[in-house]
């Protein structure tokens, strides 16, 4: 089978964990342990966040005031190189030697008129007071908004229209390479009036951009890990329920919170319906229990309503 | 054709330029209008170096306290995403909109016994005061080196052994795509105690891990662009000599400057030794000369002796 397993934040760094290295290396080898299995087995496409990352590069090129610091794309694409080389050193780490991998860079397309252009949601980076909030806009033309009572810099969360390295993905995977790629919901770029593509000061969802990779490789189950073991109707209230398997219809018909698992559950209905196959949705240690449809939420335009567990 | 091509420094940037996001892609525009001719009629492969990216990277990290900075083969890896995408991307505008690109994450294999460990020359990262140097020698294990009248961190320059990445490399250079790959001479990694492999503090040589993909890829040239226009001998004299053309024997009989031109003559050498191919060392701008000859130095088996301008 060929799987898309996209990795949320928490594989990558507890929430209050320093973002070290180090720190971040032994999460990613707990992550490792846990997909190794189905890579002995599976054609295997991993991606990842990468938000504390690019938030820590940004920390990093604003403490340091002789050189301008990088855009978002440049920062997005450094992260790519960091996260891609830890998952694939501690993947390749338990995997036979000679199992190839690769981690491929990853440009994704959006398009100029998207509306989150005009409507920037994508909250990025440190808080900060009012008034350097304030000043941060003027100065460098960025949007701010409330987080709490301080505020943070936000960014247009554009739909992913295009991964331009989708062949050379194709072609890995067809020789049986493990690929990491479209980290941090790739990088994203836009064409220019002169037809030349370049970086654009966004974010694109990780997840919307994994689905967009698992829908065009024709895969076979597309899998997004999270910090929760399944997606819940009510969460969050004492009747909440797991959900245990549904019908992208069904899971249209509901609502989930738009920052977290909204994203997730769109993704997963859209590949459902596109490929008719089936998507989960759960936590890390039970992978491969989301793959048979034993642990998580399956999202699959096979079942009829909604099974609660 | 089939060849391999090592960016020196100054193709990303210039001496004494702000190492600002955009100094560094407008270089990397030059250099791609300088490529693209060949990439349209050859399979090409293109490394980089990093040395200033991973020194900038260094100090942001240093001047951010909150967080230990990273190690070097983490930071090696933030910079073969970094300009593996600007490279791509202003290639990519230059050529055909089907043509696919790849930027490969690489790690490559340094032995344990490699001498370099035992004496640490590579200088990376900025000039300290004696003072100054010798805390950071003591806080940080790091071995520090006099540079002039300051000194700097040296870090040892192990050979490459084996390109971990070369099946990926390969596969996709035979189905058209144009590669990079190996930036910074690639992450050094080494296998520990318990036979996982592991990030190494050291740096590989750009030219000589070039040369060894370069090999490894039966390349039909491979090609070191930098500052001057060819190898010169008795270079920085009066009588200092282009060398047009010479047998890697014949090289071998003269002395280079052991940080720059050295390993990009032993580099050549080797290639020339063991593909019977020919090697080219020159200015970016005569790339296309350089691979018929018509510029540049050429090292070839074929050569009898040392012809010079």
């Known amino acids: 089978m060929r799987l898309v397993i996209a990795l949320g934040g928490n594989a990558l ?10 720190a971040q290396r032994a999460n990613v080898r707990i992550a490792a342990r846990a ?13 990842h966040g990468n938000g504390p990352q690019v938030g820590l590069l940004a920390l990093q090129g604003a403490a340091y005031q002789e050189v301008e610091a990088y855009p978002l794309d440049v920062l997005g694409a450094q992260t790519e190189g960091m996260i891609g080389y830890l998952i694939e050193q501690e993947l390749g780490n338990l995997l036979p030697p000679d199992k190839p991998f690769a981690t491929i860079l990853t440009q994704i397309e959006v398009d100029r008129d998207d509306p989150a252009f005009r409507d920037p949601t994508k909250p990025i980076g440190p808080l900060y007071e009012k008034h ?6 003027a100065d460098k033309g960025w949007s701010v908004a409330p987080d709490g009572d301080k505020f943070r810099r936000v960014v247009p969360s554009p739909r992913p229209k295009r991964v331009f390295e989708i062949r050379p993905i194709r072609w890995l995977l067809e020789q049986g ?11 994203p770029t836009m064409y220019d009036k002169d037809g030349k593509l370049r970086g654009v000061e966004a974010v694109i969802d990780k997840d919307r951009a994994s689905g967009l990779l698992a829908r065009v490789l024709d895969a076979d189950s597309f899998i997004m890990l999270t910090d929760a073991d399944a997606v819940y109707s009510d969460w969050g209230v004492p009747h909440q329920r797991q959900i245990r ?15 977290s698992m909204g994203p997730k559950v769109e993704a997963a209905c859209e590949f459902a319906e596109v490929t008719r ?27 009829e309503g909604i099974d609660l567990a």
């Open 35 to 47: 997909l190794a299995p189905l890579a002995l087995h599976h054609e295997i496409v991993i991606t």
């Open 13 to 22: 760094l507890k929430r209050g964990e320093p973002m070290t290295a180090d």
């Open 177 to 187: 390479c493990l690929v990491i790629c479209a980290g941090g919901g790739g990088i």
């Open 277 to 303: 196959n089936s998507s989960g949705i759960g936590s890390l240690v039970d992978v491969e229990a989301i793959l048979t449809g034993r642990a998580g939420t399956t999202v699959t335009a096979e079942a």
């Open 132 to 137: 350097e909030a304030e000043r941060l806009a």
């Open 245 to 259: 398997r549904a019908s992208p219809q069904a899971m249209r018909e509901m609502s989930f919170a738009a920052g």
